[in-house]
């Protein structure tokens, strides 16, 4: 897999420079704000985190995966050491990114965590954001840093914290081309996730949203609140992660489930996404998205390694949640 050179880094982070407002600095000369603009005056427990030791101690409890001992326990390092090891990822540098920072990533006015984490053997960036009172949401932003060199930093558009995001595609065709192409993009927090940011939002007649995933399971849900629920391999549904019904089901669920993801939909412009993704890896699973339109047309897309579009893989997440939390039974 190919990596940016420096040069093309450094052209990368003016040219960001020019479309962004302003860049935020340090941890230390951040105030969390709201959307209004003023300084966050409620507080929260991230709001109380001094050290390293806190943050590592604070993402154990929000994650217990983090706490496993030897080989998978998290590990959050100085940034000198970060950037030091990150050594195909000089933007990290450039970008003056920080290994932990505290800022309100979704503009509600409390304080939210992004940090850099090493855990079973690679850098990854995450976000813990406040979801409700004392009660929190991890983020996986990206993976495998010191290869691909995908990472975020905090930015201001238009008066709002927004994350700058150097990311490569991944669409089939660039793939087999081995055009490994970086781009720079813009995540915001909307539907309850990081995605593109998107001013060009459509208005779609959504019928049906069906997310097979793997050999794993299949999930259907339209919009008579209709929810149909396929397991496709029972051994295989035992070993995912999360108590997975294994058998086939049909349920009513609530009409705004439909609703939000058909809006996620709309605003990933999901029609004018490449209809294939893969990476130059293995071992990885392979998701299927499938939606029919009022006009008979179907999009259908196959994403191996369910890492296309952060869009895309909100929506996964989100037909996910539906497959465990509803009860089949």
């Known amino acids: 897999m190919g990596f940016i050179d420096k040069k093309k880094v450094l052209y990368l982070f003016i040219i960001s420079q020019f479309l962004c407002s302003c860049v935020l600095g340090k941890k230390e000369n951040l105030s969390a704000t709201s959307k209004h603009g003023y300084t966050n005056i409620s507080t929260n427990k991230i709001d109380n985190l001094k050290t390293i030791e806190d943050v590592i101690k604070f993402t154990k409890s929000i994650n217990p995966d ?6 998978g326990e998290i590990q ?8 030091t090891e990150l050594n195909n990822c000089d933007l990290y540098k450039i ?5 932990w920072q505290k800022i309100d990533l979704n503009n509600d006015g409390k304080t939210d965590l992004l940090f850099t984490a090493y855990w079973y053997s690679t850098y990854h960036q995450y976000a813990v954001v406040e979801s409700g009172s004392n009660q929190y949401e991890l983020f996986n932003l990206s993976n495998n840093l010191e290869f691909v060199c995908k ?3 905090p930015i201001v558009v238009d008066n709002k914290n927004e994350l700058l995001v150097n ?24 539907f309850n ?13 959504i019928q049906y949203i069906k997310f097979t995933y793997d050999n794993n399971f299949e999930i259907e849900i339209d919009n008579n609140q209709n929810a149909h629920y396929t397991c496709l391999n029972v051994l295989n549904v035992s070993n995912l992660k999360g108590n997975y019904y294994k058998g086939e089901s049909r349920k009513k669920i609530d009409k705004a489930i439909f609703k939000e993801i058909s809006k996620l939909l709309e605003y990933i412009n999901v029609l004018d996404l490449p209809n294939e993704y ?3 890896s293995y071992d990885f699973s392979t998701v299927w998205l499938e939606i029919k339109f009022k006009n008979g047309n179907i999009k259908k897309i196959k994403d191996y390694g369910d890492q296309g579009t952060y869009g895309l893989n ?15 039974k």
Do not use: C, G, P
């Open 66 to 71: 983090f706490a496993q001992k030897n080989f």
């Open 76 to 83: 959050i390092k100085t940034t000198d050491l970060i950037i």
């Open 278 to 280: 893969t990476l130059e």
């Open 95 to 99: 970008w003056n990114i920080q290994n």
């Open 193 to 205: 996730s990081f995605i593109e940011r998107n001013n060009k939002v459509v208005n779609y007649d």
């Open 151 to 153: 990472i975020v930093k």
């Open 314 to 328: 909100a929506t996964y997440n989100k037909m996910k949640k539906i497959a465990l939390q509803t009860d089949w």
């Open 167 to 190: 990311i490569y595609k991944t669409d089939i065709e660039t793939v087999s081309k081995q055009q490994m192409t970086h781009f720079i993009d813009t995540l915001t927090y909307k």
